[in-house]
């Protein structure tokens, strides 16, 4: 089984880096009392932020990836200790075409967040 995939689809090229972060997102009431008291208005608890860097992707497998990641919101079912899936979207995109020699030939690489909602 593949590691990760995005609405189904297992992600081709070689898969370079593979890195996660779950986070709780703090809303706008998170402070200090007078006594000292921190207070944390948690909003959003235990979300995954996944780290990608894939590379040696063919000109129709990087279209493909970016078709799937520009929507605004798409699944996510990748391996954490468990195979888990969620509804994400994608936040900085960096992408570089190293060997764009024709349309056949060409390799790209990609690294992208991946953000659950």
Do not use: H, Q
């Amino acid at each position: 089984m593949s590691v990760i995939k995005i609405n189904g689809m297992a992600l081709p090229g070689n898969i370079t880096t593979y890195k996660g972060t779950i986070i709780d997102v703090d809303g706008s009431g998170a402070g200090t009392t007078e006594t000292g008291v921190t207070i944390r208005d948690v909003r959003r608890i235990n979300k995954n932020k996944i780290m990608l860097k894939l590379d040696g992707l063919t000109l129709k497998e990087f279209a493909d990836i970016m078709s799937a990641i520009d929507a605004p919101s798409f699944s996510v079912t990748f391996f954490c200790g468990s195979y888990k899936t969620i509804t994400c979207y994608a936040g900085d995109k960096n992408w570089e075409g190293y060997k764009v020699v024709s349309e056949n030939a060409s390799r790209w690489r990609l690294e992208v967040n991946l953000i659950e909602f």
